[in-house]
């Protein structure tokens, strides 16, 4: 089991960026496939982007494609996630999650298989 801890959430304005990061611990991050998601208030959470263990292939649900982008660091054992031209309707707690026992070409594009999980930091955009 690895353990997660997301970080650098806040309020920004719409047209803000802002930039995630989720420092893990207890395993290499080599070893999983790894995600974030969001949960806004009142609805389910939602796939957001996807990387592969190595971080050579991403991919990104399509309302933020173009704006969001997903990478890794796993020297540092973190994942990061750069938010650009943020709008009211990205408000939400951002999660990130961990796979493992996977292809290294291995893309997440859902919750499915994703054991490990942090507990989220919220990112509020202000209209």
């Known amino acids: 089991q690895v353990q997660l801890v997301e970080s650098g959430g806040g309020l920004v304005q719409a047209g803000d960026s802002l930039k995630l990061s989720c420092t893990a611990s207890?395993?290499?991050?080599?070893?999983?496939?790894m995600g974030w998601f969001s949960q806004a208030p009142g609805k389910e959470r939602e796939f957001v982007c996807g990387?592969?263990?190595?971080?050579?292939?991403?991919t990104c649900m399509d309302s933020v494609r173009g704006r969001f982008t997903i990478s890794r660091d796993n020297v540092k054992n973190t994942l990061y996630l750069e938010m650009g031209s943020l709008r009211p309707e990205d408000t939400a707690v951002y999660l990130c999650?961990?796979?493992?026992?996977?292809?290294?070409?291995?893309?997440?594009?859902?919750?499915?298989?994703?054991?490990?999980w942090g507990k989220g930091t919220l990112v509020t955009v202000s209209s």
């Open positions: 207890g395993r290499p991050l080599s070893n999983y496939a």
């Open positions: 999650a961990a796979r493992d026992g996977v292809a290294t070409n291995y893309i997440p594009r859902s919750d499915t298989g994703m054991r490990d």
């Open positions: 990387i592969t263990r190595s971080g050579g292939a991403t």
